[in-house]
């Protein structure tokens, strides 16, 4: 029996170091993501290796700016994940029965948020995709008052509206940019232009306007926004489970060699 609760306390000593390692690098990528454009630029440019160099530092800003709600997400959950799985450590190394029932109580709460917010994002329907489009409806007005997030919102939408030859106008269409700045034109993929030639060509081609993205009439970017949404969906969702599902594992295995540890 001695002998089954030293391999339980060292596989408990494994999972908890991993834990900690894996969770506190969630709060250092927040971090990163937060306050380090040149980091965030440098991860865009690994998986976006075509995009033109304005356009990527417009799209670093304005996901500084809307994914700041989700770099406090890695930051909060990361860090305080990090630190339960020290104070397990710590009950573990010394022993410690009090410090023990705090890991115990602490991971007990944490996987029971972790499984609400798995629920809430991924098993009812349409919450995720609603989320999104609440942002990016919200990013059109920053085309309509000249702000700090004006372009980089106009190279986030020039950007998402470009797939090769395969082309989309806005969230729903080209309307989505009525009340347009003077002195913007529609985003080139409302025209059927590609962002990495569009600026090349000599001569230039006219300037996307609304006369030009009317006639044209190219569609919305909903589908291929839904379409993404469903990919990463599910991807995160087994990230989710399978995080949620080690936590518990930890949690059930903790309880056995607590029971044996004494209060100091």
Not at 61 to 76: D, N, T
Not at 118 to 137: C, E, H, M, Q, S
Not at 211 to 231: D, N, S, T, Y
Request: proline letters at 3%.
């Amino acid at each position: 029996m001695h002998c089954l609760l030293g391999c339980a306390r060292l596989v408990l000593v494994i999972l908890n170091i991993l834990l900690f390692t894996a969770f506190a690098a969630v709060g250092i990528l927040g971090l990163l993501l937060k306050y380090n454009s040149q980091f965030l630029q440098n991860l865009l440019e690994k998986a976006t290796t075509k995009w033109p160099q304005k356009e990527m530092q417009a799209i670093v800003q304005f996901i500084q700016q809307y994914g700041s709600g989700l770099a406090v997400v890695f930051i909060a959950i990361g860090f305080l994940v990090a630190l339960v799985a020290l104070i397990g450590l710590l009950a573990l190394l010394c022993k410690n029965r009090c410090l023990g029932f705090i890991y115990i109580a602490l991971l007990t709460i944490l996987s029971i948020i972790e499984l609400i917010l798995i629920i809430y994002l991924f098993a009812i329907p349409g919450n995720l995709d609603r989320a999104a489009y609440k942002v990016l409806n919200s990013s059109f007005e920053h085309l309509r008052t000249n702000d700090s997030l004006t372009e980089a919102t106009y190279a986030l939408w020039t950007v998402l509206g470009s797939d090769g030859n395969k082309f989309c106008c806005g969230l729903e269409g080209y309307k989505d940019f009525n009340g347009l700045l003077t002195s913007l034109s529609y985003p080139p993929p409302c025209c059927n232009q590609n962002i990495t030639t569009v600026n090349n060509q000599k001569p230039p081609k006219l300037q996307c306007n609304k006369v030009i993205a009317e006639m044209l009439q190219v569609e919305g970017c909903k589908e291929k926004i839904v379409e993404f949404l469903k990919r990463n969906k599910i991807l995160f969702f087994g990230i989710s489970s399978g995080v949620l599902s080690f936590q518990i594992l930890v949690l059930l295995v903790m309880c056995a060699p607590n029971k044996n540890w004494k209060y100091e």
